[in-house]
């Protein structure tokens, strides 16, 4: 793993026992961690094994209170998990096998969670923690980047963008960029062929993998983008984040994207224009030709 810094070695006094309180964000089995700076605005992430659990619990009866609009988010941050350690750069059979399980087990069971069904809650529970196990070998890609600078900048105008959601409203513009690339585009077709979405082509089949996410967020209630994204997570004709702000701190957030741990294994490196071309997309909802 390309560490940003290296952690001492940790544990040689007591073992570290993770228990997963909700059905997202897999760090029961994964080296990374984030620390958010409030005064910049700026979410980082921290990955070195060092932080990796020695024992990992993966209880679903903990999952069973989530909030509806927790099961939504932490849902859609493990399929941005799964489906983003399957097309990364360092992806092997070993992170393959259980982000293509992670994604058919997250397309069945998510949106019967959201609706109440138990049995489906306690399946996404070993659904995200499969995507967790994925990502932590296999590495993420700039849906999480973009969500880690985005999350929290606005701050000062109330809300945050919730990382979930952020992930959700990003991950089809990301789907969208990242296909330009021939070996991403092969196998965003691949996991379209395993959820079995309709397309002769890999052009069509990347296509129906954007149209099945935006699906899934619309029946999970989460907007498509941020200028839609109001203070409540909830979709708004005008979101908490005004137009003139966004595009004030566009340069400084695509920047900061860019230079965030999980770029590295983006299939498709974003230069600054081609970053904040995609920011705007994921502000306005444009579509993604470029």
């Not at 859609?76 to 087990?105: C, G, K, L, N």
């Not at 409203?169 to 996991?191: S, T």
């Amino acid at each position: 793993m390309c560490k940003v810094f290296g952690l001492p070695k940790l544990r040689t006094k007591a073992h570290f026992c993770a228990v997963s309180s909700t059905s997202g964000t897999a760090t029961e089995v994964t080296a990374f961690s984030i620390i958010t700076n409030y005064e910049k605005g700026i979410k980082y992430p921290i990955a070195d094994f060092q932080i990796t659990p020695d024992v990992a619990i993966v209880d679903p009866e903990l999952a069973e209170t989530m909030p509806k609009k927790l099961v939504a988010h932490t849902g859609m941050d493990a399929m941005t998990h799964a489906i983003e350690a399957y097309v990364s750069t360092v992806h092997s059979d070993f992170t393959d096998a259980p982000a293509i399980r992670a994604i058919e087990m997250i397309q069945r069971d998510l949106v019967n969670s959201y609706n109440g069904d138990m049995q489906a809650r306690d399946d996404m529970h070993s659904a995200q923690c499969l995507a967790g196990i994925a990502f932590s070998s296999g590495l993420l890609g700039i849906v999480h980047s973009m969500a880690h600078k985005t999350g929290a900048v606005f701050a000062d105008y109330g809300a945050h963008i919730i990382h979930g959601a952020a992930n959700a409203m990003y991950l089809p513009k990301v789907i969208a960029f990242n296909a330009k690339n021939e070996e991403a585009k092969k196998r965003y077709a691949v996991i379209a062929d395993y959820m079995h979405l309709e397309g002769n082509t890999e052009d069509e089949k990347v296509a129906a993998l954007i149209a099945y996410l935006r699906g899934m967020n619309d029946q999970l209630n989460i907007p498509h983008c941020i200028k839609n994204y109001g203070a409540d997570s909830y979709y708004a004709e005008q979101g908490f984040v005004p137009e003139n702000v966004f595009l004030e701190r566009l340069h400084d957030i695509a920047a900061n994207a860019i230079l965030d741990a999980c770029t590295g294994s983006n299939p498709r490196q974003p230069s600054q224009e081609e970053m904040e071309k995609l920011l705007k997309c994921c502000y306005y909802d444009l579509d993604v030709d470029f």
